[in-house]
């Protein structure tokens, strides 16, 4: 099974195009564009649909987080069945097992640690030797669990200290505000539904919802706040890459949400 990573729409429909399209995709969601596969569209890692693949199918995806390795597992036919650890990848919050949360978050540093990098002027990224990796870890983290353990309670302390150091602001709504210096923290939402965070290092906001808000997307609040030259989609997006705002911007941002989720 050969894994290929594609950042952008274009390339992703480009990719799709060809004689050999790839047999799955995985969570390929480009603003209002989805990348279907040939055989199946994979959106969580507790699809039992997802079809085992031979040596040779292509399956393609956006991003590399631990919801997308266990689609790949499934795919790869190396899955382990193991229901809370999976869901923890889908956003479940109440923890029912300390050791299993730990080893979670072992995986989630491991992933982190890891990352291939992707090169800008390249349309695709072959990462199959990364997923084969990370597969590994994960078995392990699940039969064994003694590195992940430790690596989750050393990343479980950084994230709190991560936490408590870029800790702003608390707004009316469930609006919570970060300040950081190249750190991302957009995942630490505390009691909040949505949290806006400035880059001070790269000078730049990101804005995150922990889950799907009826009336509110962060794409389509970043593209009216500063066009279609705005990244990410409905759970996750920031300002132009290309655009250095001040503090200024990101109080006049942090009003304007306050206000679009008092609507919602």
């Known amino acids: 099974m050969i894994v290929i990573a594609s950042q952008r729409a274009q390339d ?15 969570n390929c969601k480009y603003g209002s564009y989805v990348c279907k596969g040939a055989r199946y569209t994979a959106e969580s890692c507790l699809d039992v649909k997802i079809p085992a693949l031979e040596e040779n199918e292509v399956v393609l995806v956006k991003d590399l987080d631990l919801n997308t390795i266990g689609c790949l597992m499934r795919a790869s036919g190396c899955f382990i069945d193991n229901p809370e650890f999976w869901s923890y990848a889908q956003g479940q919050e109440e923890v029912q097992d300390e050791s299993l949360w730990e080893r979670y978050n072992g995986a989630l540093a491991w992933l982190e640690e890891n990352a291939p990098s992707f090169d800008e002027d390249s349309p695709v990224t072959e990462v199959t030797s990364f997923f084969t990796s990370a597969k590994l870890f994960i078995q392990e983290a699940l039969e064994d669990g003694h590195l992940a353990t430790r690596m ?113």
Request: net charge positive.
């Open 12 to 26: 992703s429909a480009s990719f799709s195009d060809l004689d050999n399209p790839p047999a799955l995709t995985i």
């Open 152 to 264: 989750g309670r050393a990343y479980l302390y950084l994230r709190q200290k991560l936490d408590e150091r870029t800790f702003y602001k608390e707004y009316p709504h469930g609006l919570l505000c970060r300040k950081t210096e190249g750190e991302f923290a957009n995942d630490l939402y505390r009691n909040s539904r949505v949290v806006c965070s400035y880059d001070n290092l790269n000078r730049a906001i990101t804005i995150s919802s922990k889950k799907p808000i009826a009336g509110f997307s962060c794409r389509d609040f970043c593209n009216t706040m500063w066009g279609s030259d705005s990244w990410g989609d409905e759970l996750l997006s920031g300002s132009p890459k290309h655009r250095a705002l001040g503090e200024g911007e990101f109080i006049k941002i942090t009003m304007k949400l306050m206000e679009a989720l008092s609507r919602v």
